[in-house]
């Protein structure tokens, strides 16, 4: 960081955060104005390999010992634990573990070390203090950091540590919606007796429609720091764990007030689609079609590209937001970057329900390459991913999605910039909520690295790789002997806090934080001594950031090889035919080694993997090589 604005943002971080726009604003234009130099973006994002992490559940700096290998396969073969309850640890996975910023820092070097280019980080922004969600996507404070987490300073501290590593640090952000910071009220009720959650009503009714004889008089409740309902008068908000921040956002008019509807229903041409506005559970939908919402926002999420000097944002639930308005948002966003500096700032967005959402998405905000950047590849390529890998769907089906001449998503998978490869991730929103390697029978030697296959295919495809956080440790959850205790704990039950299983705690704390229910005070210094912590594997207590496992050696090579050669990264791709006993060249089946090639200018460059997972495969290797001696790059 340039000495002149290390001073500037040392002074910055030292005021108190914002209570408003107006004073978010004077920092943007002291920024502005002062020419600062920030840390520069990539000249692609495809040169970057991405690792996904939850803040909550990476790392603290706490020092523990070891899960090792051995331990891990003994639990395996472990047919009965009386002493341990597995309810108890399933209860933990839905609670506040205890990770921070500071411990994000504390594992630059695990991360460099395999091969990471760039971390993408979920939502650190202040949540409300009584709401269990650890995950960080029910901001309560657009301008502070969760001090469950950690502080302003933190972030500042953690960006410029990376930095330094030449790592860069994508936040994970917003903008659809808030946390459960108000209730609707229903006339003539007191505050203490608002709800969420009531019947939905269609565009363009809301809860407080003067025009409406069923929802005249409904008013916006805000929340106390308890939860509970406190005043319709925002001006009785005073505290900063009460009602929303910043103060511009205290009015019901920012929101769309709509209620809770479907959120799968809908027309994706509509804009006033039931699924654009309905509350998501109890977080409150924004009117971001309502001036001067979107503006707010801008303004919120610029401030932390001035504070913090972040590289990139990814931004959540962007299939609930209309299509300009998600152009507009992007558009502004990466305008201010380039004012400072950062000419290729990343915005990814999540657009859930299949890859028609994400054409669509792409199809309107790439334009120019000066609106959003790239999709995560969440739908049915994610699922594909995972069945190549086991052997279980030929090679053809994943590489019939990079197709140029689709009039879908297809072509911008192609275009090799335009979509982040994902195997696993914290949600799941297509397929089980498992890890890849949960369901890989125990007693298979290769349970600890066959994710190495589909993670090769993501680094050396057309692409920007995401590994999310334990991948390279080969997560797969309790053994499997152990699973019929979880199947009413929500054991690839969606409806039942299934996703837990995707947000194993690696630094593998001891018992969880004090419960949500405890002051915000006891939660940031106090465990909870009466649940294990939610650890890798069915453990609490030990940590697994171990740099000798098999799935990290293999994948720290791969990453190595990926960023030394620019064709495995840039070049065109081609899936290629093998040649079985007794066989002429064809795409091989399902189990078979799946071959393609990279190519750039003059270089080829083959790769191979197999998926079978006990066996070496029958391709006559001669024939592969004598295969790309005769055919020509220009191919």
């Not at 409300?128 to 933190?154: K, S, W």
């Amino acid at each position: 960081m340039a000495p002149r604005r290390r001073n500037l943002v040392k002074d910055l971080i030292a005021r108190a955060s914002p209570n408003s726009l107006a004073a978010s604003r004077a920092i943007l234009d002291e920024a502005r104005r002062a020419g600062l130099g920030y840390f520069p973006s990539p000249e692609s994002w495809q040169d970057e390999i991405l690792y996904f992490l939850l803040p909550d559940r990476f790392s603290d700096t706490k020092n523990r010992p070891l899960l090792t290998r051995e331990e891990i396969v003994r639990l395996r073969k472990t047919l009965s634990r009386p002493d341990w309850n597995w309810r108890q640890w399933a209860d933990s996975g839905k609670l506040w573990q205890g990770g921070t910023i500071g411990g994000i820092a504390k594992r630059l070097g695990y991360l460099k070390t395999l091969g990471i280019s760039a971390i993408w980080i979920g939502p650190v922004l202040k949540q409300r203090c009584h709401v269990d969600t650890y995950h960080g996507y029910g901001i309560q404070d657009f301008l502070e950091v969760d001090p469950r987490f950690g502080t302003r300073e933190d972030l500042l501290a953690l960006v410029q540590a990376a930095h330094r590593k030449g790592i860069r640090v994508v936040l994970d952000i917003i903008v659809n919606h808030t946390g459960d910071a108000w209730g609707y009220l229903p006339p003539g009720e007191p505050p203490a007796k608002c709800r969420n959650e009531p019947p939905y009503r269609a565009w363009p009714g809301y809860y407080g429609d003067p025009a409406s004889r069923e929802t005249y008089g409904w008013q916006v409740a805000w929340r106390n720091v308890s939860q509970d309902g406190l005043s319709t008068d925002p001006g009785v908000v005073t505290l900063r764990d009460q009602g929303l921040w910043p103060r511009e956002f205290q009015d019901g008019a920012r929101f769309t007030r709509a209620g809770k509807g479907d959120l799968g229903r809908g027309d994706k041409a509509d804009p006033h689609a039931e699924f654009r506005r309905t509350d998501f559970f109890a977080l409150k939908d924004l009117a971001l079609d309502v001036a001067p919402t979107l503006e707010f926002l801008v303004d919120c999420y610029r401030y932390w590209i001035a504070i913090a000097d972040v590289d990139g944002y990814r931004v959540d639930t962007v299939k609930h937001m209309e299509l300009e308005t998600a152009r507009n948002f992007a558009g502004a966003i990466r305008e201010f970057a380039e004012m400072l500096g950062k000419r290729n700032f990343l915005i990814i967005s999540e657009i859930a329900g299949g890859e028609d959402y994400q054409d669509l998405y792409l199809d309107h905000m790439s334009i120019l390459g000066r609106n959003m950047t790239a999709a995560l590849d969440i739908g049915a390529a994610r699922t594909i991913l995972t069945g190549v890998g086991k052997g279980l769907l030929p090679g053809r089906e994943y590489f019939a999605g990079f197709d140029p001449f689709d009039d879908g998503f297809g072509s911008h998978r192609n275009n090799g910039g335009r979509h982040v490869s994902i195997l696993d991730d914290h949600d799941h929103v297509s397929g089980e909520k498992v890890r890849f390697s949960a369901d890989i029978p125990d007693e298979f030697a290769v349970k600890d690295y066959q994710i190495v296959v589909p993670t090769a295919i993501q680094l050396f495809t057309l692409g920007i790789p995401c590994i999310y956080y334990g991948t390279e440790q080969a997560f797969a959850g309790p053994a499997q002997s152990q699973v019929e205790h979880l199947r009413s704990e929500g054991w690839k039950d969606s409806g039942n806090y299934g996703d837990r299983y995707l947000r194993e705690a690696m630094f593998g704390p001891k018992n969880p934080r004090a419960r949500f229910d405890r002051p915000i005070e006891e939660q940031q210094s106090d465990p909870d001594t009466s649940l294990p912590g939610f650890g890798p594997f069915g453990t609490s207590g030990k940590h697994c950031f171990d740099t000798s496992s098999p799935a990290f050696i293999r994948i720290a090579a791969l990453c190595k090889v990926r960023s030394g050669h620019l064709a495995l990264r840039v070049g065109r791709q081609y899936h290629r035919p093998i040649r079985l006993p007794n066989r002429w060249f064809e795409l091989p089946p399902a189990g078979e080694i799946v071959a393609w090639s990279r190519i750039l200018d003059t270089l080829e460059y083959l790769c191979i993997v197999n998926p079978h997972a006990t066996e070496s495969r029958g391709a006559m290797w001669w024939w592969i090589r004598r295969c790309v001696r005769r055919r020509p790059a220009s191919r």
